[in-house]
């Protein structure tokens, strides 16, 4: 018997196979897809200053020469929510009371200038508040700290430290000030639990753990990592010789208290929700739609 060519809603092929069309949707107008990818991308910005990654811009010279005035170094934010600070590591904090701003520089009341620092802290650009400080880690819980040993320099648990960073030192015949660190000298310290000691790098100018007292380990905002701008000072911020043979053969004498995580369910689907709309709005959604045959 013959096959019956022309049966309503089918049609055969030599194969039997069914065809398909690829229908393809219609892509958004630029005019409408920027915008959307814009807010996208301050959308992620956001997450990513929140809860990974901040640019941090140096105001002072108290940590040089290791950053300079105007650098721009990246700060790891979730580092700490899964370890402890390490001795000679350079954090970012925030002062308590007794810690008095680096800089006092008067800034723009004016409503574009407050909505640009607005818009810059969201996504991690602006300058520093002037309760955000930069310094290295001197001494954990548990700690003593003093100054100085035979040949000015500091003690940690009675164990002179070489510090080849500090380029220009504060004076050993300096009076010792509770307000100002003009001297190089200061008493032994117990640190705290829950706490940390901290230095700046140039001593001479630097107000640090020395008349200010420690700082909590939970104002810790991160550690920074890497310089980024200006570009002819890319270099990464690691942790030096000194301070690892060091903490090697001296773990920390009291565990410091640990600090509240941000939420990980809320940071794992968060990123990729808003990088996939993004990435779908972009490249558009496509689908095949197979027609159904009567057999023949």
Not at 108 to 124: E, M, N, P, W
Not at 183 to 210: C, K, N, W, Y
Not at 259 to 283: C, E, H, I, K, N
């Amino acid at each position: 018997m013959r096959e019956m060519d022309g049966y309503p809603g089918s049609r055969s092929t030599p194969s039997g196979r069914r065809r398909g069309r690829t229908v393809r949707r219609k892509e958004m107008p630029l005019w409408q897809e920027l915008p959307l990818l814009l807010v996208v991308a301050f959308c992620l910005a956001v997450l990513i200053r929140t809860f990974l990654v901040q640019a941090f811009f140096i105001p002072s010279g108290s940590m040089e020469n290791t950053l300079l005035v105007g650098d721009r170094v990246l700060v790891n934010k979730v580092v700490y929510d899964m370890r402890d600070p390490v001795r000679g590591e350079i954090v970012v904090f925030r002062g308590t009371d007794n810690w008095a701003p680096e800089v006092t520089e008067p800034v723009s009341q004016t409503f574009t200038a407050k909505l640009g620092r607005t818009i810059g802290d969201l996504v991690g650009v602006s300058r520093p508040g002037e309760r955000d400080f930069i310094k290295r880690v001197i001494g954990l819980p548990g700690d003593r700290v003093a100054c100085c040993d035979a040949q000015g320099r500091i003690t940690v648990n009675g164990e002179s430290i070489d510090e080849p960073y500090v380029e220009e030192n504060s004076p050993l015949d300096a009076p010792a000030n509770p307000r100002q660190c003009t001297s190089r000298r200061f008493d032994e310290v117990t640190i705290p639990p829950g706490e940390m000691f901290v230095m700046g790098d140039h001593r001479l100018v630097s107000q640090d753990a020395r008349c200010q007292g420690p700082v909590p380990i939970d104002n810790v905002i991160g550690r920074a990592f890497v310089i980024v701008w200006p570009s002819s000072r890319l270099t990464s911020l690691s942790v030096p010789d000194t301070w690892k043979d060091y903490d090697a053969a001296h773990p920390v004498a009291a565990a410091p208290l640990r600090r509240q995580a941000p939420d990980p369910v809320t940071t794992a689907l968060s990123l990729p929700f808003m990088l996939s709309v993004g990435l779908s709005v972009r490249s558009g959604l496509t689908f095949s739609a197979r027609r159904r045959r009567l057999p023949s």
